[in-house]
């Protein structure tokens, strides 16, 4: 490790990870919680984001009101989300504020007041958003592709479900804080203008007691099944396809990322190339790798007019098959800059920086540099990637749409 | 202007600004070209929508597929939009790349192939994003909301008019692009590590012979009216309010910028405090100051539940209405914390720079310093601020509803 990054373990299980960005006048924090959607109690789905919100509603010696405005007097950026894996806080700002905000964070996380009428709004909150998603086809579809495509609890809503977020209580939410919010695999992450020592010190001060908890097993299920319509009366039809792919931790991981660049990335990507630019087919057709601990997968997206949806996935599928001949040179360098060139422009944030750490410390165990993320993609040869390529057709698929007409899938039994 | 700051005008009217950050390896790039919807003909709205799509496929000596390869192989992350005053391109990348890069954006703004087949796809992509709109109830309130606050044609649909977009034709776009793609009030801007001298001379051989043409008039005519509901069959009641302000170049400007922080900046902000986290009315709500050249207006919006559509119009205008009786000055301290901390996460992107700067010179005729601002929003005193808020209530309100039920709007006749 160069003097640039820094990681350490404390006795309770907590990781503390840093990057130092000196040229920076911020700072960005991360913190990964134990407490994602895949760990939400069995019938209490959405749990962890009542719970994330409510955490903010109070805590320490600061009522919800004025832990509010301590937080946005220190200028604090700040956001907090729920993940699959995780739940998520986060907040950026001059470097020292971020240093001044860390024992605010710790009141939130482990002496959080949780009192009866936020947790009322926070719920209430959450059933809104819910609601709000038949607004949202595209959204709508994601969700239901993870649902359709990822073995459960993998592919739970993070939002939760309405009858459950219903008989939630504020009881079983003060249980779920105790269970779930702890040290045993929790994540601290900044990286911006921090000197390793103090950093250090603070967090210890005020996390190096935080007890930690063994981490509860839950029981994997195989999704209802590979194809899915949801009726919706909408202008367009969306489509969401998935596959299979290998994880972050596989040695040919550069190699899949590189040709899922070449499928989907820059404007010169096959998808938008041939489906958008050449037949005018839809306005937005993507593809990604998504990562899930252990497991990789791809996920693609198009949304376009009813008339155009058959043909739009019918070329879809083709575009994906065509990736078993093979890639070409050109297409392998064009891949290996825009790849590094996403590398480079993310090296110049905190806010990315603190996040990329803490991702790569939970996936691999460890931190990346730029430089070996760099190397690595650098490393892949044409031979290699073909040759992958040919051995692994894309499938067995996964294949949801939305809108007012179920299509034909290429396919499907 | 230290030797961060660069700023040029050349003969034919084209204005090169640059902000050196030496401690990035990028650079970004933006290009604001005077071919705004306002600009778009008469009875052509979406026109400039299309050449903004058209001029990349193909320019110069290279076909729509070399060019789109070409700008991958660079490395470019590349964005094009259309708004009221102009179409913009940008780009970030190492450097050097976007260096490199320049010269084919010469090509693509002055010597576009314009193609047959390349038009029928833009067109056909316009006319595709429009429909999708009714997909996305709150994009489409915005859209409403601009079109009935503002006078025409600033408050034109950026996106243009199905009718008149299927009037197009490749002859009338052509026509077009050579009377609003020229050097008068264009603003090229550079921010990153780049040096002020290749800087200009590399834009000079490129651009220093462009022409220039006159810019046309337009006839201004007033919105259609001040209320307006669009009935949808949506799940939430997606509400906006705006009324005018100052614009950026008046004397009270950072006053009313922070004042509408007060109102929504932060966490808590009183529209957030109030309407969200105190009485659960709506999962979103916002307001946000929006600048036209010669032209500020507040802006607000939240999207409900249909149920509680009402009390969050209520309560939105009631909180609007109470600034009228001053701030805190808490709240005002806080607000110069939030608005100094934005400008400096600001100060490290080379994307946000590069655009900054090219919006201030259009509406100022100068770039502001990160110092010029930062003691501008420390300068405005509690005094001042309770003063202009009581001397310019809000209002006259336009107000906007997208939803299945039309709302009671207070004070409308």
Redesign the interface.
């Known amino acids: 490790m160069s003097d640039r990054y820094f990681q350490h373990t404390f006795a309770n299980g907590l990781t503390l990870l840093a990057e130092r960005m000196p ?4 700072a960005a924090m991360t913190v990964l919680l134990p407490a994602g959607a895949s760990t939400d109690p069995v019938d209490r789905s959405g749990a962890a984001t009542v719970l994330c919100d409510l955490v ?2 109070g805590a320490g010696e600061r009522d ?2 004025q832990l ?2 301590y ?8 956001s907090s989300s729920v993940g699959i894996h995780h739940s998520r806080m986060g907040c ?3 470097a020292h ?1 971020v240093m001044e905000g860390l024992p605010v964070y710790a009141d939130i996380i482990r002496r959080p007041r949780l009192p009866e009428e936020g947790f ?2 926070a719920r ?2 959450a059933l ?2 819910l ?2 998603i ?5 959204h709508k579809l994601m969700i239901k592709l993870r649902e359709w495509h990822f073995p459960s609890p993998y592919g739970r809503n993070t939002m939760g479900e309405p009858q459950e977020l219903e008989k939630l209580t504020l009881d079983l939410v003060k249980t779920d804080w105790r269970q779930r919010y702890h040290a045993q695999g929790a994540i601290l992450s900044m990286a911006g203008n921090v000197e390793f020592g103090p950093l250090r010190e603070e967090v210890e001060r005020h996390f190096g007691d935080w007890d930690n908890q063994p981490v509860p097993e839950f029981q994997i299920m195989p999704p209802p099944g590979r194809f899915h319509h949801e009726h919706q009366q ?3 039809t969306h489509i969401g396809i998935a596959y299979p792919s290998i994880p972050e931790t596989d040695d040919d991981y550069y190699t899949v990322r590189l040709a899922i660049e070449i499928l989907s ?4 990507g096959r998808l938008f ?1 041939e489906i ?3 037949r ?1 087919l ?2 937005s057709v993507s593809a990604g790798y998504s990562s899930l601990k252990g497991r990789g997968s791809i996920m693609g997206y198009a ?3 009813n008339e155009r949806a058959q043909a739009t996935l019918d070329c879809f599928f083709a575009e994906l098959h065509r990736l078993e001949d093979g890639v070409t040179a ?1 297409e392998l ?2 891949a290996k ?2 790849l ?3 590398t ?2 993310q ?4 806010s990315a920086r603190a996040g990329a750490i803490a991702h790569d410390y939970f996936m691999r165990g460890r931190i990346r540099t730029l430089e070996e993320v760099k190397s690595a993609i650098d490393s892949v040869k044409l031979g290699q990637i073909n040759d992958y390529l040919k051995k692994h057709p894309p499938g067995p698929f996964t294949v949801v749409t939305v809108g007012p007409k179920e299509l034909t899938i290429p396919g499907k039994q």
């Open positions: 040229a920076m006048q911020s903010l509603r919800s009101r509010t405005e937080l946005d007097r220190l200028g604090l950026q700040r950026a700002a001059v504020k009322t709004a209430d909150l809104q958003a609601s709000g038949d607004d949202e086809p595209r909408s202008e367009q990335g820059g404007m010169s190339t958008r630019e050449k005018g839809c306005y949304g376009t007019s050109a360098a064009r800059t825009g590094k060139a996403s480079i422009m090296g110049e944030s905190t």
